[in-house]
């Protein structure tokens, strides 16, 4: 591919049709490399890189996570904070049935399924952001406050 072509993703479509400015940004994808990788290519602070978890309940029901790269979520307080008994990881395959992204390039827009998202609320707190564009190695650059307007999401405080 091109260094001048982008991605044109479920996730771009949706940031087009929504009017929402941002900044494509690629990097060689490595395998388990996380956003400490991603945010070392792009020379960013990893607070700044926020990752898009897929968790399910003990029912199989998928949610979305949206943290910062240097941070975990506590699931159990997730869990307490839904009223559910627990959250896992989604599968590898569960989380590509629910959002239509391969492993590694969730993006919380334009998913297969509409997913309750939920936001670490700090993340709102930040200038700019780095959030996956629906591929493998592909970041977008944009104002998180543009994260609410397109998808409905619930701000919690869940990282550790």
């Known amino acids: 591919m091109s260094?001048?072509?982008?991605?044109?993703t479920p996730a771009i479509r949706v940031l087009r049709d929504h009017q929402i400015t941002f900044l494509p940004h690629e990097y060689p994808y490595e395998e388990k490399g996380g956003t400490r990788h991603s945010s070392k290519?792009?020379?960013?602070?990893?607070?700044?890189?926020i990752k898009t978890i897929v968790?399910?309940?003990?029912?199989?029901?998928?949610?979305?996570?949206?943290?910062?790269?240097?941070?975990?979520?506590?699931?159990?307080?997730?869990?307490?904070?839904?009223?559910v008994k627990q959250l896992t990881p989604a599968s590898e395959s569960a989380a590509t049935r629910a959002t239509g992204y391969q492993f590694g390039g969730t993006s919380p827009f334009g998913t297969k399924k509409v997913l309750t998202v939920f936001a670490e609320a700090t993340i709102f707190d930040l200038d700019r952001i780095y959030i996956n564009g629906g591929k493998r190695g592909f970041l977008v650059e944009m104002n998180p406050a543009d994260i609410k307007k397109v998808l409905k999401v619930t701000e919690v405080s869940v990282g550790i």
């Open 3 to 8: 260094k001048n072509i982008l991605p044109v």
């Open 41 to 49: 290519c792009l020379g960013v602070d990893e607070h700044q890189v």
């Open 55 to 83: 968790l399910e309940d003990e029912n199989k029901n998928c949610l979305i996570v949206l943290m910062h790269g240097d941070k975990e979520i506590s699931q159990k307080g997730l869990a307490r904070f839904i009223n």
